[in-house]
C-alpha cells in the first residue's frame, strides 16, 4: 500500500485491530470505521427496534481517540484528508453525529459499503499515478453518497422514535417563545434543543430538516409567526409590544414579515379575525 505517496493522513485498513488503528485515532482527518454488529453493542451504538442489525458504520470528523473502545473489531477503517474530496465535509453533517446515532445498514446496504471499501483499497494498490488522487477522491465520494442515502433511509425508518423527540423539541420551543427570551437571546441555536434531547446538534439539526423540510431557523421563524397570530387574536397587546416581545428587530420589520406570510398587515389581520 502506498497510502504514504498519496498523503499522510490517507489509510484505509482492513480488519486492523485496536493496535493497528490506534496511533491514527490521534489524527485531525475524517475517519469511517464500519463493525460487525454484536449483541453487546446495540445500546452502545444507539441500535433500536426500527434500525437493521447487519453493522455499524461510524463518521467522525477528526482527533478519534474517544472512538478507541469501538473499533477493537473493526473490519474496514478509513481515514482521508478533505482535500481529497470536491465537497466540504460539512456537506456530509453525519461525521458531527455522537457514536450512538451511527448507520446500521441493511444486507444490501453493507455489501454496497463494503464494495466501495473494496474499490478504495484496491486503488491504493495501483502503482501512484497522476489519476491516483483523482480516482481515490472519487470513489470516496461514491462512499459518502452511499452514506447519506442510507442515512436518509435511516431517518425514514426511525421516524416513530423520532416522534416523542419532535413533541419534545415542539414544547421546548413553545416555552422559549412565550418566556420572551426571543427579546433577550435572540433564536436558540441547534445546541439548545440538542442537549435537551441527549443529541448532537447536527444529528438534531438533520432530524428538523428530515420531519419539517425546513431548517431548524425557518422553522422556529413560521412557529414565532404563527405566535404572533396568536398574540394578536387572543391578547389586547399593542402590536408594537407583541412585535417586541417576539424578537423582532422593529414595527416596520415584523409588519413586513407578517404581511408577507398572511397578506395582512397586522392591525388589519386583528379587525378582520
Not at 465537497?87 to 451511527?102: G, K, L, T, V
Amino acid at each position: 500500500m502506498h497510502a504514504d505517496i498519496i498523503h499522510t493522513g490517507f489509510r484505509i485498513i482492513k480488519n486492523a485491530g485496536t493496535e493497528g488503528i490506534s496511533p491514527l485515532l490521534q489524527l485531525p482527518y475524517p475517519a469511517v470505521i464500519f463493525r460487525n454488529y454484536t449483541p453487546e453493542s446495540e445500546t452502545l451504538y444507539g441500535r433500536r427496534f426500527y434500525d437493521f442489525a447487519e453493522g455499524t458504520l461510524i463518521c467522525s470528523a477528526g482527533h478519534h481517540h474517544h472512538l478507541l473502545p469501538l473499533v477493537s473489531s473493526a473490519e474496514w477503517f478509513l481515514m482521508f484528508p478533505t482535500d481529497l474530496i470536491r465537497n466540504p465535509i460539512s456537506e456530509y453533517p453525519f461525521f458531527s453525529f455522537y457514536p450512538q446515532e451511527a448507520l446500521h445498514p441493511s444486507a444490501r446496504e453493507k455489501q454496497t459499503i463494503f464494495r466501495c471499501m473494496e474499490d478504495i483499497a484496491q486503488e491504493t494498490h495501483q502503482a501512484a499515478d497522476r489519476y491516483t488522487r483523482l480516482l481515490l477522491g472519487e470513489l470516496v465520494e461514491c462512499l459518502l453518497d452511499y452514506c447519506t442515502r442510507y442515512y436518509e433511509r435511516q431517518f425514514i425508518t426511525r421516524h416513530p422514535l423520532h416522534e416523542p423527540l419532535m413533541r419534545h423539541y415542539e414544547s421546548l420551543l413553545a416555552e422559549y417563545i412565550e418566556s420572551g427570551r426571543l427579546k433577550s437571546t435572540g433564536f436558540p441555536q441547534a445546541a439548545y434543543f440538542s442537549t435537551r434531547l441527549g443529541l448532537s446538534p447536527a444529528y438534531f439539526s438533520r432530524l428538523i430538516e428530515h420531519e419539517t423540510g425546513k431548517s431548524l431557523e425557518t422553522h422556529i421563524a413560521l412557529k414565532r409567526m404563527e405566535m404572533a397570530q396568536r398574540k394578536l387574536l387572543e391578547t389586547r397587546l399593542p402590536v408594537k409590544t407583541i412585535a417586541e416581545e417576539l424578537g423582532f428587530s422593529s414595527l416596520p420589520n415584523f409588519c413586513t414579515l407578517f404581511k408577507r406570510w398572511t397578506g395582512m398587515l397586522p392591525h388589519d389581520y386583528r379587525i378582520r379575525n
